[in-house]
């Protein structure tokens, strides 16, 4: 168990339908990044948050928005949902706010289906 | 932005040392990298971050040559729980914003 939590593990909808994922850090970390896994792209990087900031931003469409709240938990949203949006969604948690020596811990991961 | 690029995949005998590299010909100056191991519908679990030369941990070592545009993880006797898929991960710092950029993953076959 990382101390990672994301909430729901599973999502099924429709196209241009709207959803919202949750992801509650390990106690203590500030930082929060968001990551998209496909079978065909990878892992991408989307945004990271740092005590309520955007820290940095990778490859997130404009439907997408994510937000980090002063309790530290964050939530992507994703909107006008499309086939290709079917994918895993992490969320990862660290200390501090930049790379170096800094140990990100991963959740489960929401798998999101769009029918 | 960063780019990487890794092998797809990679057999090994039980008991054998792996070598896994990543390639990161942009990598920006003052930027570290990462490896991560993933076991089918898990999250990605931090192995081993170094910034140049050699970083060894309990699991790993990595390796970076002094042009960093490319690190070496190297993974002693690995056994069957070995069988995962590897990822470099670099952070990149000159495009104007901070990105981070995972390879594509090298998925590493433990064989008994």
């Known amino acids: 168990d990382s101390g990672v939590t994301q909430t729901p593990k599973h999502l099924i909808t429709a196209t241009g339908q709207r959803v919202t994922l949750r992801c509650s850090p390990r106690?203590?970390?500030?930082?929060v990044y968001w990551y998209q896994q496909s079978l065909d792209q990878g892992l991408q990087f989307l945004i990271q948050?740092?005590?309520?900031?955007?820290?940095a931003k990778g490859n997130i469409l404009e439907r997408f928005s994510a937000q980090q709240f002063p309790d530290l938990h964050s939530e992507l949203n994703l909107s006008s949902l499309e086939l290709g949006d079917s994918a895993l969604y992490f969320c990862?948690?660290?200390?501090?706010?930049?790379?170096?020596?800094?140990?990100?811990?991963f959740g489960q991961g929401t798998r999101l289906t769009v029918v | 932005l960063a780019k990487t690029t890794q092998p797809i995949s990679m057999d090994s005998y039980e008991g054998q040392e792996v070598n896994i590299t990543c390639s990161h010909n942009?990598?920006?100056?003052?930027?570290?990298i990462t490896w991560y191991q993933q076991f089918p519908s898990q999250g990605p679990r931090f192995i081993i971050q170094?910034?140049?030369t050699k970083v060894t941990n309990e699991v790993a070592s990595l390796f970076i040559p002094a042009d960093r545009k490319s690190s070496t993880l190297s993974l002693p006797r690995v056994s069957l729980s070995d069988t995962a898929v590897y990822y470099c991960?670099?952070?990149?710092?000159?495009?104007?914003?901070?990105?981070?950029?995972f390879g594509k993953g090298t998925k590493l076959s433990v064989i008994p």
């Open positions: 991960l670099v952070g990149d710092s000159g495009a104007g914003s901070y990105q981070l950029t």
């Open positions: 948050y740092y005590n309520g900031e955007e820290r």
């Open positions: 942009n990598i920006a100056t003052n930027d570290y």
């Open positions: 106690s203590g970390d500030l930082s």
């Open positions: 170094g910034y140049k």
């Open positions: 990862a948690s660290s200390v501090g706010p930049g790379q170096e020596n800094t140990e990100a811990f």
